[in-house]
């Protein structure tokens, strides 16, 4: 079974400083999809960044990005020029290529400071 | 379209009784999916439906948990003689099947409390 480890229960960046979370997973497979979910205090879950593993390229968002190692089976966001609304609880989602479901880690409570 | 709708925001109840949570998902998505978060954890998978057939039940949805989607549009999840271990959120998601890549809709969730 595939699994999901966030090793960070919690980070702190002062106001537009740059963070990274970090995120290993484990699996067999070769056709993925990787995912970073924010999820607010008291407020739904919303896609920030994705990664298909087929593609080497990192993905970026604005000024959200990932480093996908993925031999070492590794995908870190990267929070650049960070700002008070994106403090929140972080998640990394594993989903196969083959499957539906996604697989969260446990998830980083991120604050941010002035 | 509101994005995935989910009713009721908070419910509180007894050990023991019934409770039943709605999903209304994005109306073009085919595909449904529940999941319960506990507190300090990720989302962990219950089940998923695509169209109205229920293809996946993880071993955590016991058989005290059904969940239905007639008709392929919304979906209810209901727990039958709840326990404090129930408590918990309650997230439902939907996405599009042919688009695995653009991930999920999530809802904002029901937050169930068992006293």
């Known amino acids: 079974a595939q699994t999901v480890t966030q090793s960070q229960p919690e980070m702190s960046v002062q106001e537009a400083e740059t963070v990274t979370l970090s995120c290993t997973y484990d699996?067999?497979?070769?056709?993925?999809?990787l995912f970073w979910y924010k999820q607010p205090p008291s407020r739904q879950m919303i896609l920030v960044i994705r990664q298909e593993a087929y593609k080497q390229q990192n993905a970026t968002e604005n000024r959200f990005s990932v480093n996908f190692q993925k031999a070492a089976k590794s995908f870190s966001l990267k929070i650049s020029d960070s700002q008070l609304g994106d403090a929140a609880m972080y998640f990394c989602?594993?989903?196969?290529?083959?499957?539906?479901?996604?697989?969260f880690g446990t998830g980083t409570r991120l604050q941010v400071t002035l | 379209d509101t994005g995935v709708s989910q009713d009721p925001r908070h419910k509180i109840t007894k050990r023991g009784q019934n409770v039943t949570f709605r999903c209304d998902p994005i109306s073009e998505h085919n595909r449904l999916y529940w999941y319960r978060q506990t507190l300090g954890q990720g989302p962990e998978f219950l089940t998923y439906?695509?169209?109205?057939?229920?293809?996946?039940k993880s071993r955590l949805l016991s058989d005290r948990f059904s969940a239905e989607r007639p008709k392929g549009s919304f979906s209810t999840l209901e727990i039958q003689r709840t326990e404090q271990g129930d408590s918990a959120m309650y997230l439902c998601?939907?996405?599009?099947?042919?688009?695995?890549?653009?991930?999920?809709?999530f809802g904002s969730g029901t937050r169930l409390t068992v006293v």
């Open positions: 998601a939907s996405s599009d099947g042919r688009q695995n890549f653009y991930g999920y809709t």
């Open positions: 699996t067999s497979e070769s056709d993925y999809y």
């Open positions: 989602a594993y989903r196969s290529g083959t499957a539906s479901k996604l697989t």
């Open positions: 439906f695509q169209n109205e057939a229920q293809l996946e």
